[in-house]
């Protein structure tokens, strides 16, 4: 117990870095996401192809495997990225995240009554006047559950990080476990609890949101 | 298929894409090729770079090198996840079963245990399992992946209990089967029949999460392929991990091609009430956008 109070500015440290890598990685994946999502419901074959493409690939691809490549193999191919360990892993996490954003948006699209769509044609709306005015609005508030669940799990995933220099709270843990021997339990239950307070927030406003949202439809 | 978000495209403008098409490839190969040539610049095709693959340095034959690849490698991964993926379905069901209790105080721990495992990182139970209780990396590894999973698992579960009409548990009383009897063969099977896609899912990320055990130290296929590289020398990290991605994506792809037919076939045949969450996450076939690409 005393280990957690003794290190608590470490901890705090740690914590805030974890946060930051979730909000930096969690904004890029965001937009990247949102620009996939439009290509992968748009009329250009191409685009749809390239979209699909990377989001198979992403998800199916485990995460440590990107941090892998980002900071050891990419380097190889002559991309030198002018980033810390701290970049590289914002990197990594926005590439495997903007994949899961992606599907999120997809199917909160996909959750709209297909009736919607086709009325909005049927009065003579374009692709994009469909999208923007009649569909996106509507999946906007089906989508916000699920895409709080892809940041849960990025917040999660950040921990990927500590295997590869970063010294985020799972960092921190790691840290604090070789300097306590005897604490191990301790340490690792503080850096549970921080973990905790970022995961539980956010599901709690996910289960919030989508209660708001139930009986809309 | 065409979507109903815009017409199907007419002459002019079939012939419009078709070139749009050209031209968007085209400026793509271009990209790539050019990205390929920069490399190539730089030596990594050549040919003393993947030699690795075929006719290894330092005495080896290639059979060690893919031994030690797919036989140590893939098949370390594919042992923690064997070991794993079993006793976290079970262990799920437990609990999924365990959270249906009739009172309230009963059912508390089984919720909280859930709600605790889904909230923290894989990484961070195999380090607890590793620093903590001091397993040897494979055990820490399945532990990890089984606490978390179970609880996965479990929220599945009720989420396709949750799903099926309430009619079905309502005959199943009316006909006087008790309240286990109702849970196992009436709800609990058709539960698991809706909810096989999402199972499946999450074993790809079962799978995948495995690899989190190239940070704690277990020599699975990441591993194997650091230690090949440091073996043989930095220069073959290209070769090595192109081989050791596509068998990930072999793997992986394939299970997620299986999930996806199932769950056309299970779409097909029944059409039980749709929990929107679990369904609009695994949302491909019907839908305003169509599947294919």
Same mark, same amino acid.
């Given at each position: 117990?005393?280990?957690?109070?003794?290190?608590?500015?470490?901890?705090?440290?740690?914590?805030?870095?974890?946060?930051?890598?979730?909000?930096?990685?969690?904004?890029?994946?965001?937009?990247?996401?949102?620009?996939?999502?439009?290509?992968?419901?748009?009329?250009?074959?191409?685009?749809?192809?390239?979209?699909?493409?990377?989001?198979?690939?992403?998800?199916?691809?485990?995460?440590?495997?990107?941090?892998?490549?980002?900071?050891?193999?990419?380097?190889?191919?002559?991309?030198?990225?002018?980033?810390?360990?701290?970049?590289?892993?914002?990197?990594?996490?926005?590439?495997?995240?903007?994949?899961?954003?992606?599907?999120?948006?997809?199917?909160?699209?996909?959750?709209?009554?297909?009736?919607?769509?086709?009325?909005?044609?049927?009065?003579?709306?374009?692709?994009?006047?469909?999208?923007?005015?009649?569909?996106?609005?509507?999946?906007?508030?089906?989508?916000?559950?699920?895409?709080?669940?892809?940041?849960?799990?990025?917040?999660?995933?950040?921990?990927?990080?500590?295997?590869?220099?970063?010294?985020?709270?799972?960092?921190?843990?790691?840290?604090?476990?070789?300097?306590?021997?005897?604490?191990?339990?301790?340490?690792?239950?503080?850096?549970?609890?921080?973990?905790?307070?970022?995961?539980?927030?956010?599901?709690?406003?996910?289960?919030?949101?989508?209660?708001?949202?139930?009986?809309?439809? | 298929?065409?979507? =109903?978000?815009?017409?199907?495209?007419?002459?002019?403008?079939?012939?419009?894409?078709?070139?749009?098409?050209?031209?968007?490839?085209?400026?793509?190969?271009?990209?790539?090729?050019?990205?390929?040539?920069?490399?190539?610049?730089?030596?990594?095709?050549?040919?003393?770079?993947?030699?690795?693959?075929?006719?290894?340095?330092?005495?080896?034959?290639?059979?060690?090198?893919?031994?030690?690849?797919?036989?140590?490698?893939?098949?370390? $991964?594919?042992?923690?996840? =064997?070991?794993?993926?079993?006793?976290?379905?079970?262990?799920?069901?437990?609990?999924?079963?365990?959270?249906?209790?009739?009172?309230?105080?009963?059912?508390?721990?089984?919720?909280?245990?859930?709600?605790?495992f889904?909230?923290l990182?894989v990484?961070?139970m195999?380090?607890?399992?590793?620093?903590?209780?001091?397993?040897?990396?494979?055990?820490?590894?399945?532990?990890g992946l089984?606490i978390y999973n179970m609880a996965i698992?479990?929220?599945?579960?009720?989420?396709?209990?949750?799903?099926?009409?309430?009619?079905?548990?309502?005959?199943?009383?009316?006909?006087?089967?008790?309240?286990?009897?109702?849970?196992?063969? =009436?709800?609990?099977?058709?539960?698991?029949?809706?909810?096989?896609?999402?199972?499946?899912?999450?074993?790809?990320?079962?799978?995948?999460?495995?690899?989190?055990?190239?940070?704690?130290?277990?020599?699975?296929?990441?591993?194997?392929?650091?230690?090949?590289?440091?073996?043989?020398?930095?220069?073959?990290?290209?070769?090595?991990? $192109?081989?050791?991605?596509?068998?990930?994506? =072999?793997?992986?792809?394939?299970?997620?091609?299986?999930?996806?037919?199932?769950?056309?076939? $299970?779409?097909?045949?029944?059409?039980?009430?749709?929990?929107?969450?679990?369904?609009?996450?695994?949302?491909?076939?019907?839908?305003?956008?169509?599947?294919?690409?």
């Amino acid at each position: 117990m005393d280990v957690i109070a003794d290190n608590l500015p470490a901890y705090l440290q740690g914590f805030s870095l974890t946060l930051r890598l979730t909000l930096y990685a969690g904004g890029l994946a965001l937009a990247i996401g949102l620009v996939l999502a439009a290509m992968r419901v748009s009329p250009l074959r191409p685009m749809r192809g390239f979209a699909a493409t990377y989001v198979e690939l992403l998800r199916n691809t485990p995460l440590t495997l990107v941090f892998f490549f980002i900071i050891l193999v990419a380097p190889r191919f002559g991309v030198l990225l002018p980033l810390d360990f701290i970049g590289f892993a914002v990197v990594a996490l926005t590439l495997y995240t903007a994949a899961f954003v992606c599907e999120a948006i997809r199917s909160g699209i996909n959750s709209v009554g297909i009736g919607q769509a086709e009325a909005a044609r049927a009065i003579g709306l374009t692709f994009g006047q469909t999208l923007n005015q009649v569909i996106l609005p509507q999946a906007f508030r089906t989508v916000i559950p699920p895409l709080i669940n892809v940041f849960i799990a990025l917040a999660k995933n950040t921990s990927v990080a500590a295997g590869f220099g970063v010294v985020d709270l799972m960092g921190t843990g790691r840290r604090l476990a070789t300097a306590n021997p005897g604490g191990v339990t301790w340490v690792l239950v503080g850096v549970a609890l921080g973990y905790l307070v970022i995961t539980i927030t956010l599901g709690a406003i996910a289960a919030q949101v989508e209660r708001k949202v139930a009986f809309t439809r | 298929m065409s979507s =109903v978000l815009y017409d199907s495209p007419g002459p002019l403008a079939r012939r419009r894409e078709l070139v749009g098409s050209i031209v968007g490839v085209l400026i793509l190969l271009g990209l790539v090729g050019l990205g390929l040539w920069y490399a190539a610049q730089r030596g990594v095709f050549d040919a003393d770079r993947w030699d690795v693959l075929y006719d290894p340095p330092k005495n080896q034959t290639a059979a060690n090198v893919w031994r030690s690849l797919l036989v140590q490698g893939l098949g370390a $991964t594919l042992r923690a996840a =064997v070991f794993a993926a079993p006793l976290a379905l079970f262990l799920g069901l437990l609990l999924a079963l365990w959270r249906t209790a009739r009172l309230r105080w009963l059912r508390v721990p089984a919720i909280a245990a859930i709600e605790l495992f889904r909230g923290l990182p894989v990484l961070l139970m195999m380090f607890f399992g590793f620093l903590a209780l001091g397993m040897p990396a494979f055990q820490a590894v399945v532990f990890g992946l089984v606490i978390y999973n179970m609880a996965i698992f479990a929220e599945i579960l009720r989420a396709g209990l949750a799903s099926l009409p309430k009619g079905q548990a309502e005959a199943a009383y009316a006909v006087g089967l008790t309240r286990s009897q109702t849970l196992m063969s =009436v709800l609990l099977p058709q539960a698991v029949r809706t909810m096989m896609p999402s199972l499946i899912a999450q074993l790809v990320v079962l799978l995948k999460d495995s690899s989190l055990g190239f940070i704690i130290g277990y020599a699975e296929l990441l591993k194997s392929i650091q230690n090949n590289s440091q073996y043989f020398g930095p220069q073959y990290l290209v070769a090595l991990f $192109t081989v050791g991605a596509s068998i990930y994506l =072999v793997v992986n792809l394939s299970l997620s091609w299986l999930a996806r037919w199932l769950e056309r076939r $299970t779409s097909r045949t029944s059409a039980p009430a749709r929990d929107a969450e679990m369904v609009a996450m695994q949302a491909s076939g019907s839908g305003i956008v169509s599947a294919d690409t």
